[in-house]
């Protein structure tokens, strides 16, 4: 086994645990962070510290934001009897690189997984349920990842939904199942918001 400093070992360690980066890829970071400039090293904690202590969920949706509400909910502009629900934060990015949708979100924080304890009390189904029963909403769409869990969640929504009256559609099948919306490209992800269907 080859010797390196403990807090190379430590910081490559803390790396690790972040998505997608491997034991390999934690120790090339570590080692990126030593080489470079300890002002630039200085830079980097502060924006880590910064997200932690600024940014928050809006109180409106849920999505990430630093001011409550966030900049979509507090929008004059916006639709506002229109919903899209996403699973994450990332999924409103993806809808908003498409400059075709201009409602309102809601951010459910994940989807239906029993088999990883997620049931319906750990997603922001009530806040959604509270938003609709508080406002003059005419459309929900739901854009889901479409896989089981999304398949599950959308199923759970619509029986959920569907007695209140509003228009329910969810967005068209133009993504590949098993993918994730943050990684679509905005024609396909604008295609599929176009095309969205009744559920």
Known sequence: ??????????????????????????????????????EEVVSLAKALV?????????????????????????????ERDLICVVEDPSDVLAVERTNDYHGLYHVLGGALSPL?????EELKIKELLQRISQ?????????LNPNVEGEATILYLS??????????????RGLPVGSD???????????????????
């Open 181 to 199: 919306l943050e990684f679509a490209d905005e024609a396909t992800l604008s295609r599929a918001l176009e095309g969205r269907i009744a559920v």
């Open 135 to 143: 406002n003059n909403i005419a459309e929900i769409i739901l854009a």
């Open 50 to 78: 910064n997200v932690k202590d600024k940014v928050r969920s809006c109180s409106q949706c849920s999505n990430i934001t630093e001011v409550d509400p966030c900049p979509v909910c507090s929008n004059p502009k916006r």
């Open 116 to 120: 990883d304890g997620i049931g319906p």
């Open 159 to 172: 029986k959920l939904l569907k007695p209140l009256g509003i228009r329910l559609t969810r967005i068209a």
């Open 1 to 38: 086994m080859m010797y390196t400093a403990e807090s190379i070992e430590d910081l490559a360690e803390k790396f690790s645990k972040l998505p997608g980066i491997g034991r390999k890829t934690a120790h090339r970071l570590a080692l990126y962070i030593l080489k470079i400039p300890r």
